[in-house]
């Protein structure tokens, strides 16, 4: 069993840790014991000097698309879209439907590794190949497995490609969820597109075969207004009001934005608690909203944080949740560090039920999942303003992990990945990308 003794850190979580120097000892996959000033002999263990940089909980990005990620850059000749549903038709399903399973492994490999080096140590994936759909969770599981990071994978299903391409997108959940999840390292949800790209039939099947596996459901919630009026006018009720007819609307399910909901959807959220998921950077620049967060938050509706494909920042994406929030509502003081406080700690919650292990505090029994940041504050910390502190100072100085540690492992050690050769896999995937871009 490995030790890691990290000593001459400053140690902070967002629930109440703050040392302005101490030790942390890591043993196995847990962290074993906290201490504040001089650490201590352990024979053994691997001695991390921190330098008085700060070490706190890895991060988690509750909703991803982990496929985007050799969109970066892309041309396309015709790319005038006027509505949410345009981007998806011009840019998304043309890309998505180019992927082969090698490009699913590099996409994955490529976005794991920029998650890693933004201190994220758990990806909930939502995935999508249309062309190369049984056996692509496993080049992601592949891909993520080299990383060494910790992942709830799912596939994407939708009726949008015709029945075959439904029932292949339903057997790869289902084929993932029985043979491939790994207690504490991989997880899986049960992935559905959205609801105006998915029929009755094909919803009431994907509810036979989860339940039996205790699936939960990974799915797109009224991001565009394509989502409410599909179920208005075609089944006469309102998104949620729909998904909730085939027990989609349940704690273990993840609804990724919620941007165009009604009171009496927020109400049916609150009464079955799944977690809804605030994507505000990908929400501005598909101009489809900003979704109710703090009205969900009051309501006791699990909130938590994810990034949609754009990027893997989770400190700029909290910051942009701020932001938007303020913009939304012409007020200064809307979205407080009580409600950011509250959307980290869903992030974790999900980490915790998902990986059955607690998350997201620098206290003994927790999961070993640490960041060491590259930061040394110029204005006085502690716990009171720590979220301001890494929040602005991302955004002025660009924060960088020196040591990201998953599961009691190194993986990030001096802003690299030991044993991994980063040119020859960014040389693999601007080869790949060249060749998908010819397909979109």
């Given at each position: 069993m490995?030790?890691?003794l990290?000593?001459?850190?400053?140690i902070a979580?967002?629930?109440?840790?703050?040392?302005?120097?101490?030790?942390?000892?890591?043993e196995?996959?847990?962290?074993?014991?906290?201490?504040?000033?001089?650490?201590?002999?352990?024979?053994?263990?691997?001695?991390?000097?921190a330098?008085?940089?700060?070490?706190?909980?890895?991060?988690?990005?509750?909703h991803?698309?982990?496929?985007?990620?050799?969109?970066?850059?892309i041309?396309?000749?015709?790319?005038s879209?006027?509505?949410f549903?345009?981007?998806?038709?011009?840019l998304?399903?043309?890309?998505?439907?180019?992927l082969?399973?090698?490009?699913?492994?590099?996409?994955?490999?490529?976005g794991?590794?920029?998650?890693?080096k933004?201190?994220v140590?758990v990806?909930?994936?939502?995935?999508a190949?249309?062309t190369?759909i049984?056996?692509s969770?496993?080049?992601?599981k592949r891909?993520?497995s080299e990383?060494g990071?910790r992942?709830?994978?799912?596939?994407?299903?939708?009726?949008?490609?015709?029945?075959?391409?439904?029932?292949?997108?339903?057997?790869?959940n289902v084929?993932?969820?029985?043979?491939?999840?790994?207690p504490?390292r991989?997880?899986a949800?049960?992935?559905l597109?959205a609801?105006?790209?998915?029929?009755?039939?094909?919803l009431?099947?994907?509810?036979?075969?989860?339940?039996?596996?205790?699936?939960?459901f990974?799915?797109?919630?009224?991001?565009?207004?394509e989502?409410?009026?599909?179920?208005l006018?075609?089944?006469?009720?309102?998104?949620?009001?729909r998904?909730?007819q085939?027990?989609?609307?349940?704690?273990?399910?993840l609804?990724?934005h919620?941007?165009?909901?009604?009171?009496?959807?927020?109400?049916?959220?609150?009464?079955?608690?799944p977690?809804?998921?605030?994507?505000?950077?990908?929400?501005?620049?598909?101009?489809?909203?900003?979704?109710?967060v703090?009205?969900?938050?009051?309501?006791?509706?699990?909130?938590?944080?994810?990034?949609?494909?754009?990027g893997?920042?989770?400190?700029g994406?909290?910051?942009?949740?701020?932001?938007?929030?303020?913009?939304?509502?012409?007020?200064?003081?809307?979205?407080?560090?009580q409600?950011?406080?509250?959307?980290?700690?869903?992030?974790?919650?999900?980490?915790?039920?998902?990986?059955?292990?607690?998350?997201?505090k620098?206290?003994?029994?927790?999961?070993?999942?640490l960041?060491?940041w590259?930061?040394?504050p110029?204005t006085?910390?502690?716990?009171?303003?720590l979220?301001?502190?890494l929040?602005?100072?991302n955004?002025?100085e660009?924060?960088r992990?020196?040591?990201?540690?998953?599961?009691?492992?190194?993986?990030?050690?001096?802003?690299?990945v030991?044993d991994?050769?980063?040119?020859?896999?960014?040389?693999k995937?601007?080869?790949?990308a060249?060749?998908l871009?010819?397909?979109?």
């Amino acid at each position: 069993m490995g030790l890691i003794l990290i000593q001459n850190a400053r140690i902070a979580d967002f629930f109440g840790t703050f040392l302005d120097s101490g030790y942390v000892i890591v043993e196995g996959e847990r962290i074993a014991k906290v201490g504040e000033g001089l650490a201590p002999e352990v024979p053994g263990a691997v001695r991390l000097d921190a330098e008085g940089h700060l070490l706190t909980p890895a991060l988690v990005n509750a909703h991803a698309h982990l496929y985007s990620s050799l969109a970066r850059g892309i041309f396309l000749r015709e790319f005038s879209p006027k509505s949410f549903r345009q981007i998806l038709e011009q840019l998304w399903w043309k890309l998505d439907r180019a992927l082969d399973l090698e490009g699913v492994y590099l996409s994955a490999l490529v976005g794991g590794l920029a998650h890693l080096k933004r201190g994220v140590s758990v990806i909930f994936d939502h995935h999508a190949s249309p062309t190369a759909i049984p056996g692509s969770l496993s080049q992601i599981k592949r891909a993520l497995s080299e990383l060494g990071l910790r992942a709830d994978l799912c596939y994407e299903v939708t009726d949008r490609g015709g029945p075959e391409e439904c029932a292949l997108g339903i057997e790869e959940n289902v084929r993932f969820a029985k043979e491939e999840r790994i207690p504490g390292r991989f997880s899986a949800h049960f992935g559905l597109h959205a609801s105006f790209t998915l029929s009755d039939e094909t919803l009431a099947k994907c509810r036979a075969l989860a339940e039996p596996l205790g699936l939960g459901f990974h799915l797109h919630l009224a991001e565009g207004k394509e989502d409410p009026l599909d179920a208005l006018q075609k089944y006469g009720m309102r998104t949620a009001e729909r998904l909730d007819q085939f027990g989609i609307l349940r704690e273990e399910s993840l609804l990724a934005h919620g941007i165009n909901l009604s009171q009496a959807e927020l109400e049916l959220l609150a009464e079955r608690k799944p977690t809804v998921v605030h994507n505000p950077r990908s929400n501005m620049n598909n101009a489809v909203g900003a979704a109710q967060v703090e009205k969900m938050v009051a309501r006791g509706i699990p909130v938590a944080l994810g990034t949609d494909g754009f990027g893997c920042d989770m400190l700029g994406e909290l910051l942009s949740a701020r932001l938007l929030a303020h913009h939304a509502q012409a007020d200064p003081t809307a979205f407080s560090d009580q409600v950011s406080q509250k959307i980290l700690e869903q992030n974790y919650l999900l980490a915790q039920k998902f990986f059955s292990v607690p998350f997201g505090k620098v206290a003994p029994g927790y999961a070993a999942d640490l960041v060491l940041w590259e930061y040394f504050p110029p204005t006085p910390i502690g716990q009171a303003n720590l979220l301001s502190h890494l929040l602005f100072a991302n955004i002025t100085e660009g924060l960088r992990p020196l040591y990201v540690i998953v599961a009691g492992e190194i993986r990030l050690k001096e802003g690299k990945v030991p044993d991994l050769d980063e040119r020859d896999i960014l040389a693999k995937a601007q080869k790949k990308a060249k060749e998908l871009w010819s397909r979109v």
